[in-house]
T-cell receptor, first 117, second 114 residues
Framework: AQKVTQAQTEISVVEKEDVTLDCVYETRDTTYYLFWYKQPPSGELVFLIRRNSFDEQNEISGRYSWNFQKSTSSFNFTITASQVVDSAVYFCALSENSGGGADGLTFGKGTHLIIQP | EAQVTQNPRYLITVTGKKLTVTCSQNMNHEYMSWYRQDPGLGLRQIYYSMNVEVTDKGDVPEGYKVSRKEKRNFPLILESPSPNQTSLYFC?????????????FGPGTRLTVT
């Protein structure tokens, strides 16, 4: 069974600080996909990134970066020079590709990130 | 514009009064699903559908029904809502099954059952 753990329930930092959100996953599949979503206070889910299990390259998109390490089953998300608009709940999610069952997304419980001005 | 729509966006109802939350997508997607989001629990899948007339249970199906009579629509039915179904509900669709396909989420429906 697949599982996603986001151990940090809430993180509070001051604006301009760097912050890393941790995500650890469990799966028996060799082919799987990892995702990050942002949920701002307005409630919608905003897709940030998808990474497949065969691509371990780190990715950078502006102030956002992701560190995928299969050896530790982690897919951590770093925001550099945080801004108040980054305040949101962030979800890490996993989808196996075994071809059976729901193959839906298994979400972590989310990390509430608070950026203080 | 490609989108997933849900109605209503907000709903307050009473225990036992049947309700339906509609979900529609305009992307000709095969796969649709429903999730509920609860504080401290993240999102959990309720039901999913791989095509018209094909539906199956997710992780938390108790108390819910779904139907898929048309490809674009996937309504969520609560026959007899109870307070423990107070939650934020998301409908999602994707072109195919599995993580290779991006899931598009609707804006969410906030349901309160008193």
């Amino acid at each position: 069974a697949q599982k996603v753990t986001q151990a940090q329930t809430e993180i509070s930092v001051v604006e301009k600080e760097d912050v890393t959100l941790d995500c650890v996953y469990e799966t028996r599949d060799t082919t799987y996909y990892l995702f990050w979503y942002k949920q701002p206070p307005s409630g919608e889910l905003v897709f940030l990134i998808r990474r497949n299990s065969f691509d371990e390259q780190n990715e950078i998109s502006g102030r956002y970066s992701w560190n995928f390490q299969k050896s530790t089953s982690s897919f951590n998300f770093t925001i550099t020079a945080s801004q108040v608009v980054d305040s949101a709940v962030y979800f890490c999610a996993l989808s196996e590709n075994s071809g059976g069952g729901a193959d839906g997304l298994t979400f972590g419980k989310g990390t509430h990130l608070i950026i203080q001005p | 514009e490609a989108q997933v729509t849900q109605n209503p966006r907000y709903l307050i109802t009473v225990t036992g009064k049947k309700l339906t939350v509609t979900c529609s997508q305009n992307m000709n997607h095969e796969y649709m699903s429903w999730y509920r989001q609860d504080p401290g629990l993240g999102l959990r899948q309720i039901y999913y559908s791989m095509n018209v007339e094909v539906t199956d249970k997710g992780d938390v199906p108790e108390g819910y029904k779904v139907s898929r009579k048309e490809k674009r629509n996937f309504p969520l039915i609560l026959e007899s809502p109870s307070p423990n179904q107070t939650s934020l509900y998301f409908c999602a669709s994707s072109l195919g099954l599995g993580g290779a396909y991006e899931q598009y989420f609707g804006p969410g429906t906030r349901l309160t059952v008193t």
